[in-house]
DNA sequence: GTGAAAGCGCTAACAA
DNA sequence: TTGTTAGCGCTTTCAC
């Protein structure tokens, strides 16, 4: 007795007998109605959408997924969140995933094992319904804790012979290679490569894309130009400063992404270097802000739109049709060249 | 039969049976040794540790969170996650939280009350805890909503008289009257000052803050020497065409945000304007970026990490003593400013 | 200190 | 077409 008076007491929120009992069918109908099944009368379902607004009910989705075995969420993790690449990747990824229906968790793993371990656990107990690790690199310690649990994953440029896993290609070369052209074409034949750290997959396949672009110009690529950095503007600061105390400095450099080049347009600019007359400077990734760096950053463009859309739809055909043979398990996202103001003529060929 | 046959072939993920099983005790002992419960003798409970690892088991949150009404759930609505300042903000709260145990769900409403409406609506699905409406404005929408579910709120600098509702003040004054106070010992007297958009309560009150800072100097305020912009780099750069455009001209210029701030120093750039020698300029927030601009920008540091610990205490409080009367209600968070060089001595007093 | 059992709110099988 | 009912995996009384 204590017990009923204390519950009564509570406004509590309405649950699904609430509903039914407003509109006087059983539970089940309330389900099938919420659920779309076609098997309810119009009249029932009228009746029960009214009773549902009449209450401002909704769905418990901890209960929606205990019983139905799927949660709707999808996980997507990132190296990390403060390179402004990543906001807005997770942002065409949100917009995606809530569109179709579901709900993501963000975890930045901040390049280290024991958080990402952590981010993937922490998905585990919620339940995803797949993963997007899009971190670039460093994945394979998390990749068996994933695979083992059966879970949907998609990777970026790393293949992972495990069911229900898939893989977004990127493919650099396309846009690396219009890259190389176009400074070529200006005149460009001394053209050195800032790479990104050496662990990450996508900064060696940059940098291999970037090799591969200038052999087949039969373009010389001395090995002082290509300089390991770490993909972060300071990176890009230090490169350019281990160019400059080079004897023979190259007329252009090609970025294996956008804030490295603007650590290089800034390094430049301290050092009473114009850019581009001076040093002509490509990005890669095209995010936002490289419309308005000084000058405005010529940059391959990776669409982060078409990565989201890629990763999502791996996920979403593994999770809604688990074991179906001939799924597509590899994605392609392509980059294109977009020219600004930072490559121009050498001054000094 | 067949339903059986089915279940055993499908390695199941473990549950709290099965480790009860393999421990031999009860799954109220396994559910009381994983909680941490005292109850529990250490001999039972190095057994259920024992098949714990074994099985390599982790809890159900789903089910947790049903049958204890506790998600464990914090959300964090932002304005706009392309603007660097909340990813950072995003960060330092998830760090938090994660640490407290709590996951988080983010959202961005885009400034969008349509989008903001879904978002809540989406938290409330989930049963978060508590939400941190971090979006400084337009919030009134959603706010029904929200308190209508007794839910733990806080909202950044707006009072709503609402129980589980508390509220981050920002105290931008100290922060601002130090950047005047720096202007006015440099010699500047015509100092302008670029708004963030009337809708937004602290792009409000940071204007109301250069205003009364101004007046306490005695310094005079031209009308239009403030202008209204967006907290976007192209505002910045269009409130900074609308300050060139006028006769009287100020020598510095206080940014109501970052983004603007950059976007002056850019445009100022492309005018042939040397800042800060021809022209001061102060930001307001201290995102990452602001250190790395041409010249480095001088700002009005507002601390995410500081933000982001008053956004989830105050969540903590509310969701871990519900109806506790003599509950803190208001933080303070403080700004300070920031020297580096985008500020100088006018050339032109 | 430990276990049995009653649900949390929902979906889905089965019956009608 | 609709209702009844058995759980989903867990926490939490309540007995022992």
Redesign the interface.
Same mark, same amino acid.
């Given at each position: 007795m204590v017990r009923k008076a204390k519950r009564s007491t509570t406004p509590k !929120?309405p649950d699904i007998r609430s509903v039914a009992a407003l509109a006087k069918v059983s539970i089940a109908t309330v389900s099938r109605t919420i659920n779309g099944s076609p098997a309810v009368s119009d009249r029932l379902s009228q009746r029960v959408w009214q009773a549902i607004d009449q209450l401002k009910y *909704?769905?418990? !989705? @901890?209960?929606r997924? %205990?019983v139905s075995g799927r &949660?709707r969420i999808l996980g997507i993790i990132v190296e990390n969140? !403060?390179n402004?690449f *990543?906001?807005?990747l997770?942002?065409s990824f949100?917009e995606i995933a809530?569109a179709h229906g579901y709900?993501?968790?963000? &975890?930045?793993s901040n390049s280290d094992p024991v958080t990402l371990t952590?981010c993937v $656990?922490?998905m %585990?107990? $919620?339940?995803v319904e797949g993963v997007a690790v899009l971190t670039f690199g460093e994945e394979e310690p998390v990749l068996d804790q994933l695979a083992h @649990?059966d879970i949907p994953i998609v990777l970026a440029e790393f293949r992972l012979d495990s069911p229900k896993t898939s893989t977004i290609l990127l493919d650099y070369s396309t846009g690396i290679r219009s890259a190389i052209d176009h400074l070529v074409d200006l005149g460009h034949r001394r053209i050195a490569f800032l790479a990104g750290p050496h662990k990450l997959h996508s900064a060696v396949t940059r940098e291999n894309d970037f090799r591969a672009a200038m052999q087949s110009l039969a373009m010389p690529v001395d090995k002082k130009w290509v300089i390991e950095c770490d993909h972060t %503007?300071k990176g890009g600061v230090s490169g350019f400063a281990q160019l400059q105390a080079l004897q023979s400095r190259p007329t252009a450099v090609v970025c294996s992404n956008d804030m490295t080049a603007?650590?290089v347009l $800034?390094a430049a600019?301290?050092d009473g270097l114009r850019v581009p007359q001076d040093l002509s400077v490509v990005g890669l990734d095209d995010i936002? *802000?490289a419309e308005?760096t %000084?000058p405005p950053l010529t940059t391959i463009r990776l669409s982060r739109a078409d990565l989201a859309r890629a990763a999502f739809e791996a996920l979403r055909q593994q999770a809604e049709n688990p074991r179906d043979p001939k799924m597509q398990r590899e994605f392609l996202v392509s980059t294109s060249l977009v020219l600004r103001g930072s490559t121009a003529k050498p001054a000094t060929p």
């Open positions: !929120t *909704f769905p418990n !989705t @901890h209960a997924s %205990l &949660s969140i !403060t402004p *990543f906001p807005e997770i942002q949100e809530v709900e993501i968790l963000v &975890s930045s952590a $656990r922490r %585990l107990e $919620r339940k @649990h %503007l603007i650590g $800034r600019y301290m936002d *802000f308005f %000084l």
